[in-house]
């Protein structure tokens, strides 16, 4: 069979290298330049490189290192303490092991060990289908008080769904804290996590090579401007360059992105898919000539900083080089996505400077911004009724994407996961097809 993926990003390059050891003749098109997407890496200069975004990994991320150690990336892996703590009032409250979580003062005892239960129960929650309906607002109000909700919580859901959280599900804080707390030792609550010393964007290399070698062929400067088909039956893509047919297509980018490239006439499908939103991105990075603290990130809990996170690493290949992102979540189209680099750089460095006092702009080496206006699935309530398949109405057209990871995390490790189930499924099922 010959079969067309849209979008070189870790998603659409593991199902590409499924889809090819199936014995399948695949063809990736890629609206840049080279693969990567969210995990694309950022070339200085003098010839330095950065992962655009920060992306680790955890212990529990089994399928993912099993993947790194069949492409011979184990050898890559490397890990580093995961000091944790709170940003409030520019002063910085540590999280990272149990004397931290005795002493952790932004709360009171009884929240506290509230806090701690909470995250006992996220590991033994099963009742997903009951988190699925209640807002991350009401479960946190719930299970963890009043009190820590309005002085945690409430600030970090403003900061990471820009302001609107109101119909955001319990399933994120429950997947996000599930997440988190596979890394803590129980019950030192210490703990470490793990990176490939040159980034995600080498597994992607790794996966692409090995798609190559099975015959697999990769299109750069392709962008798909319209999948056409016709009596329900996926035709052909049109491409900025050209038109190509296959005989099934699977478009492995943001749910948005795919409803534009779908013709006008199939408004009900389209209306389904306008429903699944999500966060943009703008993402300064810093490389800096000393560190900015020991932490490896901290979480604001302050709403008028204008960056949620800050997330330290040292470049792993170039001693004395570490490397800073800022990260803030937006709405896809937040008026923070026109601003210029330097206004951006003013604004992030005013509000680091309040926690860092000695941080100077003498101590930069590079500094860079990121932007993507569809970096996350947001999880709406009662996304499980609304969740997309991944066969669409249309014989021979299929989406695979990280809103279809729900109700978990959208993260490395569920994209080699769902990519290997989509494979599977695309090679197995009988396509449906539905005249319309
Ligand atoms: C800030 C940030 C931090 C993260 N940190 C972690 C982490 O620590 N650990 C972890 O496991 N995961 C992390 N993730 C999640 C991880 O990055 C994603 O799950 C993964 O990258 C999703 O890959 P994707 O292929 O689905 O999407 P993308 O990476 O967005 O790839 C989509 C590709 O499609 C291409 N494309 C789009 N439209 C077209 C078109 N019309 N025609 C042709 N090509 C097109 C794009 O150019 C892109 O290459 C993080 C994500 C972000 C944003």
Redesign the pocket.
Known sequence: MRIGV?????????LAYNLSQANHQVTI????TH??????QLEFDDGLVVPR??????PT?TT?RELCAKLGLEDDLIFQNARAGFVNNDSIYPMSNILDFVSFSMLGLRDRLRLGRMILLTRTTSNLHELDKLTAKDWLVRIGGVEAFERIWRPLLEAKFDGVYDNVSATYVWAWLNRMSTVRQVPQLSGTIGYLKRG?FSLIQALADAFIQLGGEIKYD????EIEVQNGQFQRVR?STGTFEYDALVA???TP?FAR?LPAPYLEYRARLEKSKYLG?I?PVIVLDRPLSNFWTLNLTDPTYPFATIIQTPHSEKPGHYIV?L?RYTAPDNDWMGVSDGDIAEAWFVHLKKIFPTFSKDQIIHFAVSR?R???PIHMVNMLQNKLDIQTPYAGLYL???AQVYPY???????IVHAREVAERMLTTQPISMAV
């Open positions: 849209i979008g070189g990003g870790l998603m659409g390059v593991a098109l890629e609206q840049g693969l990567g997407g969210l995990n694309d975004y920060q992306h680790a990994l955890m991320d993912l995600h392709m962008r798909v401007r491409t492995a980018i943001a992105i490239l991105l993402c992102y990260p993507s569809y970096a996350e695979a994407n990280t995390l959208s993260t490395s490790e569920a994209v």
